[in-house]
T-cell receptor, first 111, second 114 residues
Framework: DGGITQSPKYLFRKEGQNVTLSCEQNLNHDAMYWYRQDPGQGLRLIYYSQIVNDFQKGDIAEGYSVSREKKESFPLTVTSAQKNPTAFYLCASTQTYTEAFFGQGTRLTVV | GESVGLHLPTLSVQEGDNSIINCAYSNSASDYFIWYKQESGKGPQFIID?????DKRQGQRVTVLLNKTVKHLSLQIAATQPGDSAVYFCAVKKTGQGAQKLVFGQGTRLTINP
């Protein structure tokens, strides 16, 4: 079945650690996105990518980094510079006039 | 850049009634609009979309209305059911060449009362 897979579902990070969230899609979509969602809030855009080896900062990119070495993969690294990383992270992919398909999310907690 | 605002953060309706959820956007160049439903702890699910060359689009029990003059988008859900209880988001995109930013509103929590 086609879709987007995010892993892990739950992730715990110690203070000062970098962690990487995985996002893989087999929909052959060009564009991929990372969003952050805090409790009771909307989705805020972290980074997005239209093509391989190219990506743009969203509204809250500070403390995060991404890569797009393959069309199907768009990993997100939460660096130690992100002071409040506890949140629900959602990855999505889309084509131009199609809806964005979402993964099931990764819940990151700082311990 | 684009910003997407919301009229009501919460909405309660009686089961069987119709509900209307509203959304406002800022960029008149945006040309693709999507409504999503999100249940607790899950990723958003697609409900219905509309392009800027249309004013209205209907699905099963749902209708999306687009008013480009006032940059307003609404989702109508007919004959609401308990399973419709969720958070509803609108999303807005400007398509065309280059990177296409997909911006979400803050969401409306819809509660269906029995």
């Amino acid at each position: 079945d086609g879709g987007i897979t995010q892993s892990p579902k739950y992730l715990f990070r110690k203070e000062g650690q970098n962690v990487t969230l995985s996002c893989e899609q087999n929909l052959n979509h060009d564009a991929m996105y990372w969003y952050r969602q805090d409790p009771g809030q909307g989705l805020r855009l972290i980074y997005y990518s239209q093509i391989v080896n190219d990506f743009q900062k969203g509204d809250i990119a500070e403390g995060y980094s991404v890569s797009r070495e393959k069309k199907e993969s768009f990993p997100l690294t939460v660096t130690s510079a992100q002071k409040n990383p506890t949140a629900f992270y959602l990855c999505a992919s889309t084509q131009t006039y199609t809806e964005a398909f979402f993964g099931q999310g990764t819940r990151l907690t700082v311990v | 850049g684009e910003s997407v605002g919301l009229h009501l953060p919460t909405l309660s309706v009686q089961e069987g009634d119709n509900s209307i959820i509203n959304c406002a956007y800022s960029n008149s160049a945006s040309d693709y609009f999507i409504w999503y439903k999100q249940e607790s702890g899950k990723g958003p699910q697609f409900i219905i979309d509309i392009r800027s060359n249309m004013d209205k689009r209907q699905g099963q029990r749902v209708t999306v209305l687009l008013n480009k003059t006032v940059k307003h988008l609404s989702l109508q859900i007919a004959a609401t059911q308990p399973g419709d209880s969720a958070v509803y988001f609108c999303a807005v995109k400007k398509t065309g060449q280059g990177a296409q930013k997909l911006v979400f509103g803050q969401g409306t929590r819809l509660t269906i009362n029995p």
